[in-house]
T-cell receptor, first 117, second 110 residues
Framework: GAGVSQSPSNKVTEKGKDVELRCDPI?????LYWYRQRLGQGLEFLIY????????KSGLPSDRFSAERTGESVSTLTIQRTQQEDSAVYLC???????????????FGEGSRLTVL | QKEVEQNSGPLSVPEGAIASLNCTYS??????FFWYRQYSGKSPELIMF????GDKEDGRFTAQLNKASQYVSLLIRDSQPSDSATYLC??????????FGSGTRLQVQP
């Protein structure tokens, strides 16, 4: 597709369950980012991929969070044993080049809204 | 201290007025600065970036950077109701991902 695609768009789960969120970046974009946005808040950095490796995973809030990327394309963010505080919109973005491209243009997907009951 | 500080607003301006959005940051090593716009329920989109001290104009938008005072601002001239959105300040501190502020909500009253 032309843009960054994320699925599911909405996910409601029970506390303690595991969830997987998927991101399909723009074709050819080597850098991929996951951010979290709680209601009324700014974007909280989670993890950055360059190709299939993650040189910066400093934003992952706990060991319940993990992410992988394969084929320098699709990425999956997994949250194990979900808690209510995990409720947020999880945004994926991609960009050309290494790290943040000179223009700083991150192309965002529409996000996955996670609600933990 | 947060790395990027923005007044959450809402900032309310009448149609046709100038909207002034401000952002301060703590890391003097920050190299480049960005303004993203986020409509309610949508994802952010880049509207301006600035690297050097001074002003940068793009249509109705002007970004202003003062590295000595560690602030960056966005001016929107001739504000339109369609400009109503949350404006996110972001910067590159040398990490490989942008650091975002919490955003300022702008309301342009018709």
């Amino acid at each position: 597709g032309a843009g960054v695609s994320q699925s599911p768009s909405n996910k409601v789960t029970e506390k303690g369950k595991d969830v997987e969120l998927r991101c399909d970046p723009i074709s050819g974009h080597t850098a991929l980012y996951w951010y979290r946005q709680r209601l009324g808040q700014g974007l909280e950095f989670l993890i950055y991929f360059q190709g299939n490796s993650a040189p910066d995973k400093s934003g992952l809030p706990s060991d319940r969070f993990s992410a992988e990327r394969t084929g320098e394309s699709v990425s999956t963010l997994t949250i194990q044993r979900t808690q209510q505080e995990d409720s947020a919109v999880y945004l994926c973005a991609s960009s050309l080049g290494r790290g943040v491209a000179n223009t700083g243009e991150l192309f965002f997907g529409e996000g996955s809204r996670l609600t933990v009951l | 201290q947060k790395e990027v500080e923005q007044n959450s607003g809402p900032l309310s301006v009448p149609e046709g007025a100038i909207a002034s959005l401000n952002c301060t940051y703590s890391d003097r090593g920050s190299q480049s600065f960005f303004w993203y716009r986020q409509y309610s329920g949508k994802s952010p989109e880049l509207i301006m970036f600035i690297y050097s001290n001074g002003d940068k104009e793009d249509g109705r938008f002007t970004a202003q950077l003062n590295k000595a005072s560690q602030y960056v601002s966005l001016l929107i001239r001739d504000s339109q109701p369609s400009d109503s959105a949350t404006y996110l300040c972001a910067l590159n501190t040398g990490r490989r991902a942008l650091t975002f502020g919490s955003g300022t909500r702008l309301q342009v009253q018709p």
